[in-house]
Nanobody, 125 residues
Framework: QVQLVESGGGLVQAGGSLRLSCVAS????????MGWYRQAPGKQRELVAA???????NYADSVKGRFTVSRDTAKNTVYLQMSSLKREDTAVYYC???????????????????WGQGTQVTVSS
């Protein structure tokens, strides 16, 4: 059906940059919104940034001005450019796709959400 695969996580020093990528695969016709969530140890998963098929974006206050979300709709890919990273950005980052319309078994299907497996981002001081 539909799978999300993230890449680009790793270890970076505070003040550095990383770029995350997420590709959605499958017989996808349309995805309403794609984005990134993160979950730090002992904390709830939270929205980091999201972008709609029309290009509208939404950011968590804690990352505004430092992170940029972008999307290649034709490639079903979403990116997260992270700059001026802080220790508190350390978390597992999950890719999310919402409102996915795909073709399977001779018919179209629509699922509310898909998640990637997560990629670790660690920011050291």
């Amino acid at each position: 059906q539909v799978q999300l695969v993230e890449s680009g996580g790793g270890l970076v020093q505070a003040g550095g940059s990383l770029r995350l990528s997420c590709v959605a695969s499958g017989s996808i016709f349309n995805i309403n919104a794609m984005g990134w969530y993160r979950q730090a140890p002992g904390k709830q998963r939270e929205l980091v940034a999201a972008i709609t098929s029309g290009g509208g974006t939404n950011y968590a206050d804690s990352v505004k001005g430092r992170f940029t979300v972008s999307r290649d709709t034709a490639k079903n890919t979403v990116y997260l450019q992270m700059s001026s990273l802080k220790r508190e950005d350390t978390a597992v980052y999950y890719c999310n796709a919402e409102g996915v319309l795909y073709y399977s078994g001779s018919s179209f299907h629509r699922d509310d959400a898909y998640w990637g497996q997560g990629t670790q981002v660690t920011v050291s001081s």
